[in-house]
């Protein structure tokens, strides 16, 4: 029965994106905030129904601590439930990815609508500069800019270096930062198509200020409150 949910899930999935990244393109014009309503609305769906066919549900804790003013959200990466729940707490926001994925047909053309921050992975030092360049222009605008600082996913129980362009960022812009922590590995895994059913737990961590710190001194007291509160939680 799992299998056969999952895999009603992912129908789902494919045909909402089917259907929702065109209108990236034509509402392209727009304001950008409008656009992103649009936009989100794939994630809004595929949340509903990833609880309709999965009975995944998820939670959100420490909702007092996010400030009034958009900011630098700095989060664990476990899975794809993420970056699709992210979307709908911190409101306009934008993401670094790999420029890789503005390539795809159709889905692609609908993620560069929405200003993403595309990086080169293979070109490390250019895609840190590029994250705290075109992050400090996106925060001005007044969206949130959302990191994965380990920049890719890891299951649950591990972790990988802390990248600095974060911290970069956080340090040029002078933006406070919001840390993120989360045990959707545990039902979403990353090499696996089950979803299994169950309750996901969000953890929003109070600001962390950037003014009169260096870059690593911010990823540091990211990484330290991430890893903490993780390993706190169920799974």
């Known amino acids: 029965m799992l299998i056969l949910r999952s895999l009603l899930f992912y129908?789902?999935?494919?045909?909402?994106?089917?259907?929702?990244?065109?209108?990236?393109?034509i509402a392209f014009p727009l304001d950008f905030k409008k656009r992103y309503y649009l936009i989100t609305r794939w994630a809004v769906f595929?949340?509903?129904?990833?609880?309709?066919?999965?009975?995944?549900?998820?939670?959100?804790?420490?909702?007092d601590n996010i400030p009034g003013k958009p900011c630098i959200v700095m989060s664990k990466h476990q899975s794809a439930f993420e970056t699709l729940a992210l979307q709908q707490i911190f409101i306009p926001q934008v993401w670094i990815l790999k420029k890789e994925l503005l390539q795809i047909p159709i889905y692609g053309w609908g993620l560069a609508s929405m200003q993403p921050i595309a990086i080169d992975r293979d070109s490390t030092i250019k895609s840190f500069r590029q994250i705290a360049d075109q992050g400090c222009e996106r925060l001005q605008k007044g969206y949130w800019v959302i990191i994965?600082?380990?920049g890719t996913r890891v299951t649950p129980n591990k972790k990988k270096k802390y990248l600095p362009g974060g911290?970069?960022?956080a340090e040029k812009s002078g933006a406070q930062v919001i840390p993120v922590a989360h045990n959707a590995g545990r039902l979403w895994s990353r090499n696996s198509m089950i979803k299994k059913p169950g309750l996901i737990t969000i953890k929003i961590g109070p600001v962390i200020?950037?003014?009169n710190k260096s870059a690593k001194e911010i990823t540091d007291e990211v990484?330290?409150?991430i890893e903490k509160e993780v390993g706190e939680l169920p799974g």
Do not use: D, H
Request: net charge negative; charged share 20%; proline share 4%.
């Open 46 to 63: 595929n949340l509903w129904w990833l609880k309709i066919c999965c009975n995944v549900t998820y939670e959100i804790k420490g909702k």
């Open 223 to 225: 990484e330290n409150w």
């Open 148 to 150: 994965f600082p380990e």
């Open 11 to 25: 129908i789902g999935q494919i045909i909402s994106t089917i259907l929702i990244a065109p209108i990236g393109i």
């Open 209 to 211: 200020e950037s003014e």
């Open 167 to 169: 911290g970069m960022l």
